[in-house]
């Protein structure tokens, strides 16, 4: 049974950081690639971090430079470090495996929540 435990959400003010835990268990982590997703409120839930099983990364230009996505697949657990935080990166995230269409291809965790502060 697959399983993805997110952690590490909270409130912060602007211009604050955060690390966020993606903890995968039931799948063979390594082979993987992985993603941090993200859904503000009355929006759809969107890839923005991407790292492959190689370790190639990408982003979305909405993050770029400022979201760094790292793996250790001895943990079977996925990071993503968010800095210079804006009012606009308040949402639900998430992580999966992304598929067809940067579909999350496993069941969704319960997410951690990211609310950024003026």
């Known amino acids: 049974q697959v399983q993805l435990v997110e952690s590490g959400g909270g409130l912060v003010q602007a211009g604050g950081s955060l690390r966020l835990s993606c903890a995968a268990s039931?799948?063979?982590?390594?082979?993987?690639?992985m993603g941090w997703y993200r859904q503000a409120p009355g929006k759809q839930r969107e890839l923005v971090a991407r790292i492959f099983s190689s370790g190639t990364t990408n982003y979305a230009d909405s993050v770029k430079g400022r979201f760094t996505i790292s793996r250790d697949n001895v943990k079977n657990t996925m990071y993503l470090q968010i800095n210079s935080l804006k009012l606009e990166d308040t949402a639900v995230y998430y992580c999966?495996?992304?598929?067809?269409?940067?579909?999350?291809?496993?069941?969704w965790g319960q997410g951690t929540q990211v609310t950024v502060s003026s």
């Open positions: 039931g799948i063979i982590f390594s082979g993987h690639t």
């Open positions: 999966n495996a992304p598929g067809v269409g940067l579909r999350g291809i496993y069941s």
